[in-house]
């Protein structure tokens, strides 16, 4: 049973600092991994997205590795700004994809202050 | 382009009463997924819809229920409402043709409170 873990639960971090938030999964057949942001009380907001045949994914400050045979994903922010405060969620596709259930860890509750 | 639109956003109901969902993927898109997130519960995988077939089902009682309509469109049927369904369900839809890159497109949700 595919299980995803994120740490920590929380995290206060003073603006312009770099930052990485961690997601691990128990079972390495994963299809892909993917990255969402969530504003409280709001939808969910793709980041990024790694493929299991794939290391790293890059979308400006953010940075997503991807270590399948550790079964661990990293998301890295630089120089953190306040406008990054959020829950920062990661979910794993297991095995072909074909199930459709992507698998949440519980969030990471980020907090940049000015 | 348009993203994923879910309607109503809010919505309270009263404990066993019948409610119905309504979600519109990205044009392309053929396939819809519905979660729900319930508070400290985290997200749940409620039902995967593509072509208008159920395709899979999480671990949900028979009283969710939902359709996906010819035009990839989707209805989530909640029946005999319990306190326990108050939580934020989340849309999210995909294109499976499009191999190895696809990802999943999130919209806003809709609030439910059952009182």
């Known amino acids: 049973k595919q299980e995803v873990t994120q740490i920590p639960a929380a995290l206060s971090v003073p603006e312009g600092e770099n930052l990485v938030l961690n997601c691990s999964f128990t079972?390495?057949?994963?299809?892909?991994l993917q990255w969402f942001r969530q504003d409280p009380g709001k939808g969910l907001t793709s980041l990024l997205l790694?493929?299991?045949?794939?290391r790293e994914q890059t979308s400006g400050r953010l940075n997503a590795s991807l270590d399948k045979s550790s079964g661990r994903s990293t998301l890295y922010i630089a120089a953190s700004q306040p406008g990054d405060s959020a829950t920062y969620l990661c979910?794993?596709?297991?095995?072909?994809?074909?199930?459709?259930?992507?698998?949440f860890g519980q969030g990471t509750t980020l907090q940049v202050k000015p | 382009e348009a993203g994923v639109t879910q309607s109503p956003t809010h919505l309270i109901k009263t404990r066993g009463q019948q409610v119905t969902l309504r979600c519109s993927p990205i044009?392309?898109?053929?396939?819809v997924y519905w979660y729900q997130q319930a508070l400290g519960l985290g997200l749940q995988f409620l039902l995967w819809y593509d072509e208008g077939e159920e395709r899979n089902r999480g671990n949900f009682p028979p009283r969710f229920s939902g359709r996906q309509f010819p035009n990839y469109s989707s209805e989530l049927n909640v029946n005999a409402l319990e306190l326990e369904d108050s939580a934020l369900y989340l849309c999210?839809?995909?294109?499976?043709?499009?191999?190895?890159?696809?990802?999943?497109?999130f919209g806003s949700g809709t609030r439910l409170t059952v009182v």
């Open positions: 999210a839809s995909s294109h499976l043709g499009w191999g190895p890159n696809y990802g999943y497109t």
């Open positions: 044009s392309g898109h053929t396939s």
């Open positions: 979910a794993a596709l297991h095995g072909s994809g074909n199930t459709g259930k992507l698998i």
């Open positions: 790694i493929q299991s045949s794939q």
């Open positions: 079972d390495s057949a994963i299809y892909n």
